[in-house]
């Protein structure tokens, strides 16, 4: 059988399906993965953005910004598969969709926000990490453009952080326990562009299969929870899961 008629009838009885995506959801939209073959970490280290080192070392916080400046996650447009989680909720199918994304491109899309649990964060907020004033990120590198490499809080003086979890830090306990209610809540999960390989994250799909209900991977390549899949489409989501969310209409 094709795949994704495979995945339709897997999930066919499903009424409230926990849809979890990872950065493959959002390659289409031009936003680079991080453990991909042109991944991110290819060509950055990882231990350089610990939560300890950028508050420690202002080179560690010059360069995240410069980063983060060319990263085009926050000009980034919703495509068609974060557009099918969309319909998904406006078919009143969707428990709640969980990501490990930090670029909004859900809510963009159209999904309410109370139906989106981020679980790394959101790059579209700043925060200042001594007095916690906000503001918006894309405020933060007009004032990286004009040459303050290194920007801090107007108020205090304090550093100033994006609102993502960085190695070594604590993930959102609200989050963590939102997820934690709608995996519990979900008779069906759809993975999305996730190698499902980061914990404590890929243990909320794991807790709906532990449930007895179906998993469906959406992936471009093998994940490490290939295993517990029920089906796996492989291919790109915005390729595939408008196709499956069709047939689940």
């Avoid at 560690?60 to 099918?84: I, K, Q, Y």
């Avoid at 934690?180 to 979900?186: E, I, K, Q, V």
């Avoid at 449930?211 to 991977?217: D, F, L, Q, R, Y």
Wanted: proline share 6%; with cysteine; net charge negative.
């Amino acid at each position: 059988m094709d795949p994704i008629a495979a995945a339709a009838e897997a999930l066919a009885d499903c009424t409230s399906l926990l849809v979890f995506t990872g950065a493959g959801i959002s390659t289409e939209s031009g936003i680079p993965d991080f453990r991909g073959p042109d991944g991110v970490w290819t060509r950055v280290d990882p231990d350089e953005f610990t939560y300890a080192r950028y508050i420690q070392n202002p080179e560690t916080r010059r360069a995240f910004w410069r980063m983060r400046a060319d990263s085009g996650v926050l000009t980034a447009e919703p495509n068609a598969a974060h557009r099918a989680v969309v319909d998904l909720w406006r078919a009143e199918l969707l428990v709640a969709c969980v990501t490990q994304n930090i670029d909004g491109l859900h809510q963009a899309a159209g999904l309410p926000a109370q139906s989106v649990v981020e679980l790394h964060g959101n790059a579209h907020e700043t925060f200042c990490v001594d007095c916690g004033e906000r503001q918006p990120t894309t405020a933060v590198l007009d004032r990286v453009a004009a040459g303050d490499d290194d920007p801090r809080c107007s108020g205090c003086g304090g550093i100033l952080k994006a609102g993502v979890v960085f190695f070594g830090e604590m993930m959102p306990r609200r989050e963590l326990m939102r997820a934690a209610m709608a995996a519990a809540d979900a008779d069906g999960v759809i993975t999305v562009g996730s190698t499902l390989s980061v914990f404590p994250a890929a243990s909320f799909p794991i807790e709906v299969v532990e449930g007895g209900h179906p998993m469906v991977i959406v992936n471009r390549g093998p994940t490490d929870l290939d295993d517990l899949a029920t089906v796996i489409v492989d291919g790109a989501a915005g390729e595939t899961l408008p196709k499956l969310v069709a047939r689940l209409m």
